[in-house]
């Protein structure tokens, strides 16, 4: 099996991966909505779940997220208060999942914090 079909024969679990993480950060009070596709998902960061209504854009609640999982290590970018996944197709498993416990561990705990310091 060459490299290339490997990759695509291994792209199920990681999108199975994915997806568990997002189920699991949806309920979450400032998660507004989570996006997926394929190996692609985006995490709408919301002020109030229930009416959706989004931070003002001064806040920068995806920006300061972000900043807050880099020394975690993990270098993520928001678009506004979207946080965008986009891992390469290659990665392999166990460092996905280590990217996605980065994020939902900033999501859970520091979340919240950036949120009180409003």
Not at 19 to 24: Q, V
Not at 44 to 73: H, N, W, Y
Request: net charge negative; hydrophobic share 45%; proline share 8%.
């Amino acid at each position: 099996m060459c490299i290339r079909d490997s990759i695509i024969a291994s792209l199920p679990e990681k999108v199975s991966l994915i997806k568990n993480a997002l189920d699991r950060i949806d309920s979450l009070d400032y998660i507004g909505d989570v996006r997926q596709c394929g190996m692609m998902a985006g995490i709408e960061i919301v002020k109030d779940k229930a009416a959706k209504q989004s931070f003002p854009c001064e806040e920068t609640i995806g920006a300061k997220l972000c900043a807050a999982m880099r020394p975690k290590g993990a270098m993520m970018r928001p678009l506004g208060d979207v946080v965008v996944l986009m891992p390469p197709v290659a990665i392999d498993p166990p460092t996905l999942s280590e990217l996605l416990d980065i994020v939902t561990d900033t999501l859970e705990n520091d979340l919240p914090a950036i949120v009180e310091a409003l």
